[in-house]
């Protein structure tokens, strides 16, 4: 009888593979962030008008993926860390928040955003959403970081735990927990069937938060990461952070100025360091790659 054996999957890469939770929760994310955009769009000329603007929004972030390959793929000797690349790409949409793009290419803008979260789901891309039209496109896909990836974080923790079932009970919450903060109030926006319970959800930000922070003491219960425990310890701190800012309504697209700052504290960092410290230049094959 022949003998059949199996070979351990590859790990998950955060900001580059995502489970089965974390794609399942973006196809969510990413529908329900469309219906309000979608709503808005009451005639003909505005749904022209918003899918000419997510062509131009699309094809600019596909550019500047196209531009950023080499240093993302480790073609160059200088590499771009998943933190500064993020940052690149988060950076032109911050101009959304402060009011400073016109309705038009606004729309464009949340319908590309939320259709690349959506889009990440369906292909199972873990990175920054914005480049996932450009992994198919390009046909790669680099590891960049994005505000979701705290949901891939909790979903790996099992594999990573000594008390596994722990750990499972812990992810599962978390993933609802995360999902309320996200998918929720897509669903009780101004015009939608669901729009008198805005007020009531709002008032359980604050339990929710809760929960986030149960999760976080049982993900630490079951020993998360058994090679070392600054991994489980630095994974608690986030869950904390990020029911602190919950529970007084900073979380979670906070988080997208957090990788902004980590890009370019990383950037900056790399430029100053002094070029004796740095990798010194070998054969090709043979060399180490500068991150930046």
């Known amino acids: 009888m022949r003998e059949t054996k199996f070979t351990a999957q590859p790990p998950r890469v955060v900001g580059r593979d995502a489970g089965p939770g974390g794609r399942t929760f973006r196809v969510l994310a990413g529908t329900t962030g469309l219906l309000p955009v979608i709503v808005k769009l009451d005639s003909v000329g505005a749904v022209l008008a918003g899918l000419a603007w997510l062509v131009v929004v699309a094809a600019i972030f596909v550019g500047v993926v196209a531009l950023l390959r080499p240093w993302l793929d480790g073609s160059r000797e ?125 008032r359980l930000n604050g339990v929710v938060a809760l929960v986030i922070v149960g999760v976080a003491v049982l993900l630490a219960a079951a020993r998360v990461s058994i090679a070392t425990g600054r991994t489980a310890w630095a994974l608690v701190a986030l869950l904390v952070f990020f029911a602190a800012g919950a529970a007084v309504g900073a979380m979670p697209d906070a988080l997208y100025s957090a990788i902004i700052v980590a890009g370019v504290a990383v950037a900056v960092a790399a430029v100053v360091r002094p070029r004796a410290s740095r990798p010194s230049r070998r054969r090709p094959g043979l060399s180490t790659p500068e991150r930046v």
């Open 78 to 202: 200088r590499v771009l860390s998943p933190w500064t690349g993020s940052a690149i790409l988060l950076l032109p949409l911050m101009a959304y928040p402060f009011g400073l793009i016109p309705e038009g290419p606004a729309v464009g803008v949340r319908l590309f955003t939320d259709g690349s979260v959506l889009l990440a789901g369906l292909i199972g891309y873990g990175g920054l959403e914005m480049a996932a039209l450009a992994t198919l496109v390009l046909r790669t896909r680099p590891r960049l970081y994005s505000q979701y990836n705290v949901i891939d974080l909790v979903e790996n923790a099992p594999t990573r735990a000594r008390n596994r079932p722990l750990a499972r009970a812990a992810s599962t919450l978390g993933v609802l927990a995360f999902s309320w903060y996200w998918i929720v109030p897509n669903l009780v926006v101004k015009g939608s069937p669901l729009e008198g319970a805005k007020e009531t959800t709002e």
